[in-house]
């Protein structure tokens, strides 16, 4: 492996922030996305976001199902209200797709990350790559950005979760605050069409119970090892530039405290991460500003991630009875339309672009039920309501 080969910019991760950083670069020079899986492949989401992600990203066809209402239980009450933003389900490998097609100038390699030699080249698969423009979108390991000097995540700030997919349907999004089975965490149900995600996930990172736990929950006896996904995410911002590298989505801790919402950020800041790298190649900025913009971009937002990882060490500190009280709080009156603004604005579908320089026009009903073509409707679930959407880009 004595050859390097030269690229204007390398992307590590080609997830959710890689992909919405490769969009950005569409175009611009020679530009290398690798990962040690193909672009849909090793899914570890739940799969749930704002449906205003989905239709900025003019990407409909990765819709499952869309959700206005959601239901939080917590203690012995049941609390139902629906969100300023409409939630949705999609399907992971659908989405990907979707992204990676629009990339057709964009060098996709299935290969992975071997670590940095002395004279800069990285070590991709069994090659050897130099670019001035790095972005480690490789999750939380951050293994680019690690070689780079950033410290390892924090394990008192990572969280743990895993889910299965059943054959019933719903309607709602359903959450289950600190139940008896998983008092450090949660469990929810997602429903997606005709089936539903089910998971579970511990805010303190000890996820040993996590599997019987979930099968509890799904009232199963045992789990097949290959029906259930997932893995750790941060509940920490960490620094979003590492020496020359760009840092997003979960290598930079982008993952939200509190909910665990990690695809929203990942595709927001990895397309403002991509963009500013654009800027370097055509030389209408140098590096180190860019990269100082990008990461005064992200951590004008410190202060929400702040707020929600109070809130989520609130969650587990205070007592049971005290919990409906909290959600209700934040589910209607002035406090909840404050709270779910901020928490849209921490990262705006709004700045999401289907390409550099295209917004989309899509919009799909946000009638409860309404389920998208990604939706499985051959499962065993009930029936829902088709969606009707408009689609166009301009």
Known sequence: MTTVEDYDAVIIGASFGGLAAAAQLQGTGRVLLADRQAPGDGETSACGTLLAVLERLDALDALEQVHPTIAINAGKRRIGFQPAYPFATFDYRTLCKILASRLPDVEIAVAPFGGRDDDGALRVGDRRVKAPVLIDASGWRAVLARTYGAPPSDSTHRSVGMELRHGHGGCNLEFWARPDDCPDGVFWAFPAGGEVREG???????????????????????????????????????????????????????????????????????????????????????????????????????????????????????????????????????????????????????????????????????????????????????????????????
Not at 221 to 232: F, I, K, N
Not at 304 to 318: F, I, M, V
Not at 353 to 381: F, I, K, L, Y
Request: charged share 20%; with cysteine; hydrophobic share 40%.
């Open 200 to 394: 579970v996930a511990t805010y303190t990172g000890k996820g040993k119970r996590l599997r019987s736990s979930l099968a509890e929950f799904v009232h199963e006896h045992e789990l097949a090892p290959r029906a259930v996904h997932g893995g750790v995410f941060p509940s920490r911002l960490r620094d979003q530039v590492a020496g020359p590298v760009f840092v997003v989505g979960d290598a930079a801790g982008q993952c939200l405290p509190l909910t665990g919402e990690g695809i929203r950020p990942a595709l927001v800041w990895g397309q403002e991460a991509g963009r500013q790298a654009a800027r370097v190649i055509r030389g209408e900025t140098d590096l180190d500003t860019a990269l100082d913009t990008y990461q005064a971009q992200v951590l004008a937002h410190r202060w929400q991630y702040r707020l929600l990882e109070r809130l989520q060490s609130g969650l587990l500190r205070a007592p049971r009875p005290l919990l409906p009280m909290a959600v209700r709080a934040f589910a209607s009156g002035p406090i909840a339309r404050a709270a779910q603004r901020s928490y849209w604005e921490l990262a705006d579908p709004d700045r999401l672009q289907v390409a550099p320089g295209v917004w989309s026009e899509a919009r799909a009903t946000a009638e409860q039920c309404a389920v998208g073509p990604a939706a499985n409707t051959n499962a065993t679930g009930g029936a829902c309501a088709p969606l009707r959407a408009r689609s166009a880009t301009s």
